[in-house]
């Protein structure tokens, strides 16, 4: 989780502790939820029923220097206590250690609202099962500073990897920039189901080992590939550990692809945004009828954003009042839970210093059925003074009242459980 | 114009990515030269390089099962390509287990030298990766440029000491200046000399032998009269110096430079297969 957000978001529900996180700019999500048996005492809530669950969020640093070093910890502790106190604003993890020693770490959180990230692997047209170790022996063929990969559905029923290389003048394979491609065939898969031709790009570091991360400055920094040196244990790595198969859903370019993994005791999700890409020969109806084919390069964590929460918006439109995750059950327990606007108070908290210039993205959901993609936006061209951190991509509001554009906005959606777009 | 060639066997394939490596080491960009039966890395002595230039030769039959070569005309049967053999070098770097790599020169959408790796796998059908390296085709008329450079007019000539020990003394050295002395006699003797404000180290070695040359007409009669004791030397780039010592990943059967006293030193490094040899000029 480290490798992908600097808070960690602790959520103890019914089925068990939910550890979060989002990275700064909302195009990477991923939680791993603990069920209480994997713990020897699991009490979630206070002592009223129907109290609302308390939600916090650490520090990731601060979190990780408790359990620093792994190989010591094995050998000295013997049992570790995690309790939230609320009237004290901290939460202390307690380490039991060998010959009566006791270490309690007291680390101050924050409450925040609910960190949920909009998906649902129900409604992913494809879906790849594997063990982790071939999808790791995959992704080391390609270098250690790429930063997007593409994944597609090839002839033959042959999945493929390729580095993806931003082509300016629409030819790939520019001079210069070397193009890597592999090729699995179906059967190095436990599962495959996946449309013919379908293809996604994401952003590969949040996903595999990378052990020379440069640190990330601050929650405000954009994603680059200078980020500090994480904790080396991505997705993969943990997966390949626990001996886990991964399960990869995706849809169409510019829905998120959500990775899985799945025993008895754990259940993680690692939820990554897409780019859209035009040339997928999936061009969405766009509003006031406009072709759009903005280029996915530059401002691809926009397209992702406006279309995710248009998606959103349009499911809450439907009135289905199934939970946007199955997996993630535990919005809060008010009815409302589909209600545009609670998810908008929740996301107050995640946008501390949004940019006010986020609002033009958001705009443009009117008008917009689920299929947005990137075609719909109306998007005036990419504002290099936007920094693309604060986009959310999962989440319902971006935007914090108060902020020039939000106002707009909020009104939009708030219409969306009633109206038509 | 066409290229292809494959290698199945591992330990060429080894031997190959390591001569990359080197190479890669070496110069950010390097030219290719295929022949029929040789292939080269060049590197011109241009101003960018720093005057450094570098021309390492290879026999295509030593590394790999297939080869084929077309040139661009019947009379110029060769092909110069301009590449950058990290490329490559990384290409390579996870086909330490390959079946096979054929390496093509294609022109999908530009010129690019398509390495094909296929691995083994637990499936039916192995896995396949390729690489589409970008590359340059050089035009005839550019060719000129790349011609073999002659062995200079030496004064000295000597067998470099154990690689090993020469790279750890240039590495210490490179932190304390940026230009080193390269001192050598025909008396089998050499010395590595670093001066700055606050000090001076050098390093000395001895019983190093002089490489017999063979005696042309006109040629190293500069290095014939020569009296014994007296020591050529140049003063050239430390950090050049130190990435050839440090590109090289075996020791090569043998080792030698050529000085020519305050002009440039000539590095000569033969392995069973591949020759290597490096120019690194004296500064002003």
Redesign the interface.
């Known amino acids: 989780l480290s490798r992908i957000g600097d808070e960690l978001y602790l959520e103890p529900t019914e089925s068990g502790l939910s550890l979060r996180t989002v990275n700064s700019s909302r195009s990477a999500f991923a939680s791993f939820l603990f069920a209480p048996l994997f713990f020897q005492l699991y009490e979630a809530g206070g002592p009223q029923p129907g109290r609302e669950l308390l939600r916090c969020k650490v520090v990731m640093k601060s979190f990780l220097g408790v359990f620093r070093s792994l190989p010591s910890l094995e050998k000295t502790v013997w049992k570790c206590l995690i309790l939230l106190k609320p009237r004290a604003s901290r939460l202390v993890v307690q380490l039991h250690c060998k010959y009566g020693v006791t270490k309690t770490h007291n680390l101050a959180f924050q409450e925040c609202e609910q960190l949920q990230a909009v998906f649902d692997t129900q409604r992913c047209a494809s879906s790849l099962c594997a063990p982790a170790r071939v999808l790791a022996e ?1 992704v ?2 390609f ?1 250690q500073t790429l930063a997007e990969v593409t994944l597609g559905a090839g002839p033959g029923g042959k999945i493929s990897l390729r580095n993806y290389v931003e082509d300016e003048a629409g ?18 898969f436990q599962t495959v189901a996946v449309t013919p031709g379908s293809r996604i790009t994401f952003c590969l570091k949040e996903f595999r080992v990378s052990p020379a991360r440069v640190p990330s400055s601050s929650l405000g920094s954009p994603l680059s590939p200078s980020q500090p040196p994480r904790c080396p244990q991505g997705l993969l790595t943990f997966a390949e550990a626990s001996n886990l198969p991964l399960t990869i859903h995706y849809d169409m370019p510019g829905r998120p692809v959500v990775f899985t993994l799945d025993d008895a005791v754990l259940e993680v999700h690692l939820v990554l945004a897409t780019l859209s890409d035009p040339e997928s020969g999936l061009q969405p109806p766009t509003a006031n009828g406009a072709a759009h084919l903005p280029t996915p390069s530059d401002d691809f964590a926009d397209d992702l954003e406006s279309y995710m929460i248009a998606m959103e918006t349009s499911a809450y439109e439907e009135g289905s009042g199934v939970p946007p995750s199955p997996t993630f059950p535990l919005h809060t327990p008010c009815p409302a839970e589909s209600d545009p606007e609670e998810e908008e108070e929740e996301e107050e908290e995640e946008e501390e210093g949004a940019v006010p210039g986020t609002p033009p993205h958001k705009k443009v959901l009117d008008g917009h059925g689920r299929c947005l993609g990137v075609g719909g936006q109306a998007q005036p061209p990419p504002d290099p003074h936007l920094s693309p951190q604060f986009r959310s991509l999962f989440f319902g509001s971006v935007l914090t009242p108060g902020t020039p554009g939000p106002a707009p906005t909020q009104e939009v959606l708030a219409e969306d459980s009633d109206g038509e777009y | 114009m066409r290229f292809r060639a494959k290698i199945v066997d591992l330990a060429c394939l080894n031997h190959f990515s390591r001569v990359i490596n080197t190479i890669a080491k070496l110069a950010k960009t390097c030219t290719l030269r295929l022949t029929v039966s040789k292939l080269y890395f060049i590197l011109a002595d241009k101003v960018a390089n720093g005057g450094v230039s570098l021309w390492c030769e290879l026999c295509q039959e030593n590394f790999f099962d297939e080869f084929q070569m077309e040139g661009v005309a019947a009379e110029h049967n060769e092909i110069y390509l301009e590449l950058v053999p990290e ?1 490559l070098s ?2 390579l770097k ?1 086909a330490q287990s390959a079946k096979a790599v054929k390496i093509k020169l294609t022109n ?3 010129p ?1 030298l398509r390495v094909a790796v296929e691995l083994p ?5 192995s ?8 590359v ?1 085709v050089i035009p005839r008329r550019l060719w000129n440029d790349f011609r073999e450079p002659s062995v200079p007019d030496f004064d000295v000539s000597i067998y470099l000491p154990v690689l090993k020990t020469m790279k750890s003394v240039v590495e210490r050295m490179k932190n304390l200046s940026n230009s080193i002395v390269i001192e050598a006699n025909l008396s089998g003797e050499m010395n590595l000399k670093i001066e700055t404000d606050l000090v001076s180290v050098t390093t000395h070695f001895k019983d190093l032998g002089n490489p017999p040359w063979a005696l042309e007409d006109g040629c190293q009669s500069s290095a014939q009269d020569r009296d014994l004791e007296s020591m050529a030397e140049a003063r050239i780039d430390i950090k050049k110096l130190q990435q050839l010592l440090a590109g090289q990943q075996v020791n090569p059967t043998k080792a030698l430079c050529n000085i020519v006293s305050k002009r440039i030193v000539h590095f000569i490094l033969l392995h069973e297969d591949v020759s290597l040899q490096y120019f690194i000029p004296a500064l002003a």
Not at chain 1, 171 to 186: F, I, N, S
Not at chain 2, 127 to 134: A, E, L
């Open positions: 995959a080391v063929h270098p030819e790939p394979g520019r001079a210069g920039t070397m193009v890597t491609e592999l090729w699995l065939a179906e059967d190095e | 490329n990384r290409a996870t999908k959408h530009c690019c796998s637990i499936s039916s059908s896995r396949i990766v390729t690489h589409d390296i970008p340059g």
